[in-house]
């Protein structure tokens, strides 16, 4: 993808009960997932966000398989640039380097954690973990299989979607924001 079409915002995403739901999960004897159901809106959300230009990262606890899997029974597989699995690290969600082996995978430093969102449903791994790593924390909230209440400050998230449309909202929204923000203190133009 050329340099002119990358969006400024970068997406980390979680997997489990964000993107993939979790209780339609089939195992196999290994206990890999050999196939699941997206939430509602999730395959379009992605790959619209992909075709947009947007560069995102998959920061997911669980196996290198079973996201393999999942991602290519939806024709997905090209969506995330970088994947930092926690099988292969191997530690999980909200440890740091989960967080950085994403950051480092896209080439990214630590001056591009402004632009960065973590989305994801789980607040104390997801939005805890993204807030302790300095990068913006935002809570998919559909799943009633996990607390909604945050349990320490650190754990509050900085946005809240409920739906796939609600999130590509939010997503056009923070990347028009950080345009605004690189446009900021640039010199009038001699007509103005
Ligand atoms: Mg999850």
């Excluded at 440890?95 to 995978?105: E, N, R, Y």
Aim: proline share 3%; glycine share 6%; net charge negative.
């Amino acid at each position: 993808m050329s340099e002119c079409k990358r969006k400024k915002l970068i997406l980390f995403w979680d997997s489990g009960d964000t993107i993939v739901e979790e209780v339609t999960e089939v195992r196999n004897e290994r206990g890999i997932v050999t196939s699941a159901k997206l939430h509602e809106g999730c395959t379009e959300l992605l790959l619209r966000l992909y075709q947009e230009g947007f560069r995102m990262a998959l920061v997911a606890d669980g196996e290198v398989e079973s996201f393999e899997n999942i991602y290519r029974q939806h024709e997905l597989e090209s969506v995330f640039e970088v994947r930092a699995v926690s099988e292969a690290l191997p530690e999980r969600k909200p440890a740091a380097i989960m967080f950085q082996t994403a950051l480092d995978g896209l080439g990214l430093c630590a001056q591009d954690k402004e632009r960065i969102v973590m989305i994801g449903n789980h607040l104390m791994r997801d939005i805890g973990g993204a807030n302790h790593f300095g990068i913006t924390s935002i809570f998919f909230d559909w799943t009633t299989r996990y607390t909604k209440e945050p349990q320490a400050l650190e754990e509050q998230p900085d946005y809240i979607a409920h739906s796939a449309e609600e999130l590509y909202e939010l997503i056009q929204r923070l990347e028009a924001e950080l345009r605004g923000k690189e446009n900021y203190g640039e010199p009038l133009s001699e007509n103005s």
